[in-house]
Nanobody
Framework: QLQIVESGGGLVQSGGSLRLSCAVSGSTSDYGAIGWFRHSPGKEQEGVTCIHMNTSSTDYADSVKGRFTISRDASKNTVYLQMDSLKPEDTAVYYC????????????????????WGQGTRVTVSS
C-alpha cells in the first residue's frame, strides 16, 4: 500500500556530508514512524535513526549520534537524513522504512517493527 523511495546517496570523502531523502506515497494513518536502516556486506543490519510522525520523537544509534540528524517535512510527506562528518564505516546501503504503529510517542530502531521498505540508496565514504 505504501510506496517508499530513497534518494541522495553517492560517493563522498571522509568528513564530508550527504542528505538522504525518503519520499512516502500513502496515508500517514497507515504508519506511526519512519526509520532509517543500513546494511553492508559482512555486517548486520543496523537501525540508524527514526522519527515519530505525531510526536517528532527521535532515536539514534550510538554510532551516528551527534553526526546524523533526522527530520521531516509533513507537507511533502518526506523524511530527511542529514549525514555529517561521514566516516568510511558509514559506507552501506541505506533503507527507509515505515513502522507498524509501534509506539504512541516513541519510535523503534528494531527492523521487526517496520512493514514497508524502500529499495535503498547506496552511500560510499572514501578515506
Amino acid at each position: 500500500q505504501l510506496q517508499i523511495v530513497e534518494s541522495g546517496g553517492g560517493l563522498v570523502q571522509s568528513g564530508g556530508s550527504l542528505r538522504l531523502s525518503c519520499a512516502v506515497s500513502g496515508s500517514t494513518s497507515d504508519y506511526g514512524a519512519i526509520g532509517w536502516f543500513r546494511h553492508s556486506p559482512g555486517k548486520e543490519q543496523e537501525g540508524v535513526t527514526c522519527i515519530h510522525m505525531n510526536t517528532s520523537s527521535t532515536d539514534y544509534a550510538d554510532s551516528v549520534k551527534g553526526r546524523f540528524t533526522i527530520s521531516r517535512d509533513a507537507s511533502k510527506n518526506t523524511v530527511y537524513l542529514q549525514m555529517d562528518s561521514l566516516k568510511p564505516e558509514d559506507t552501506a546501503v541505506y533503507y527507509c522504512a515505515a513502522d507498524h504503529h509501534y509506539g504512541f510517542y516513541d519510535c523503534s530502531l528494531m527492523a521487526v517493527h517496520y512493514k514497508s521498505w524502500g529499495q535503498g540508496t547506496r552511500v560510499t565514504v572514501s578515506s
